[in-house]
């Protein structure tokens, strides 16, 4: 039987696997308003594809991040004070991002939309990529010491390992999102967008290769979870070539299916990996934060438990209702609210 302190280990990684399933082809969806769209027009049309769900989306970021807060407060104390300046980054490309999809439209103004779709490509691109720095950092492991303070210089968290994360995250947002755009248009935006999809496949299969035997050689969670690990690799595999196979026969939903399997097959890794540990530390195997060390006393954890148990139906229900009554396909003749 699960602890407390594994219950609240697994629930935060359950919500940043949903956090980038979900946000992840909203961000996909943001790049491709300067890489698939031709004109003005598609690009709205691809804004209001995501309009009525990319703010719940990020609601899963910020219910992950409270809940380490309150489930391991050392834990988010070491990671927040350490990662400061990248969150700070990642912080206000959502903002900007946000503010630009509800005032792109405000004024007739070409410099003013042109300024606007700017911030919405450069908040959907670098949080995907911050964030993926991050994850990668924890698994590589970072100098933490006896007193749980993070001490990272630059080249602790920018590095080819840390790097390649990112670039592999962004590249599967903008494939998932590429996928999300076949099932919410339709004509010649969705026929581009699943073209480039199946292109983009080949360039994300060698990040992807390149991050793994990276992740073997550099990090130890494959000494610590080798077994479970290289069955998510197996399963990523397989969801890889199944996203492929059922792109070259245009079964859009299955394939988008298959894509967010892969970004959540990934993200899940970086936390079977780390288990029971929540923060490495590069100096010495006794300052790492784990579950027992980071976390809080045993009646918050019970009382958080209770807490989250009744509220987590009506959250997730009302994110289901709102992807069941916006379901309906958008297109450049129909009322385009953003």
């Not at 809940?67 to 004070?81: G, R």
């Not at 530390?281 to 807490?307: E, H, R």
Request: net charge neutral; charged share 15%.
């Amino acid at each position: 039987m699960l602890s407390l302190n594994e219950l609240w280990f697994l629930l935060i990684g359950v919500l940043f696997v949903g956090f980038f399933f979900l946000e992840g082809f909203d961000f996909g969806v943001g790049m491709e308003t300067q890489i698939l769209a031709k004109n003005d027009t598609e690009r709205r049309v691809l804004i209001n594809s995501i309009g009525p769900f990319w703010d719940a989306n990020e609601v899963w970021l910020l219910t992950g991040a409270g809940a380490m807060f309150a489930a391991f407060p050392h834990w988010y104390a070491t990671l927040f004070s350490g990662f400061y300046i990248p969150f700070v980054f990642a912080l206000l490309a959502l903002i900007a991002r946000g503010v630009a999809f509800e005032f792109r439209g405000k004024r007739d103004s070409k410099a003013w939309v042109k300024t606007w779709d700017v911030c919405i490509f450069f908040g959907s691109f670098l949080p995907p990529f911050l964030l993926a720095v991050v994850f990668a950092s924890f698994i590589k492991g970072l100098p933490i010491g006896s007193d749980m303070e993070m001490h990272a210089g630059f080249f602790d968290i920018v590095n080819g390992y840390t790097v390649v994360a990112g670039i592999t995250v962004v590249l599967m947002c903008l494939v998932h999102g590429l996928m999300f755009t076949t099932l919410r248009t339709i004509g010649d935006l969705q026929e581009r967008a699943r073209k480039l999809a199946r292109k983009l496949l080949i360039p994300l299969a060698v990040l992807l290769v390149a991050f793994v035997i990276m992740t073997y050689t550099m990090t130890d969670i494959f000494d610590k979870r080798g077994v479970l690990l290289w069955i998510v690799v197996v399963l990523g595999v397989a969801a890889y070539l199944l996203a492929g196979y059922f792109m070259s026969k245009k079964k859009d939903g299955y394939a988008f299916g298959m894509t967010g399997a892969v970004m959540a097959l990934s993200v899940a890794s970086i936390f079977i990996g780390l288990f029971p540990r929540v923060m490495i530390s590069s100096l010495d195997q006794a300052f790492n934060l784990t579950i027992t060390n980071a976390a809080s006393g045993p009646y918050s954890l019970k009382v958080m438990t209770i807490v989250a148990l009744t509220l987590l139906p009506f959250v997730l229900g009302y994110q289901i209702w709102s992807y069941f009554i916006f379901h309906k396909r958008v297109h450049e003749k129909e009322h385009l609210e953003y």
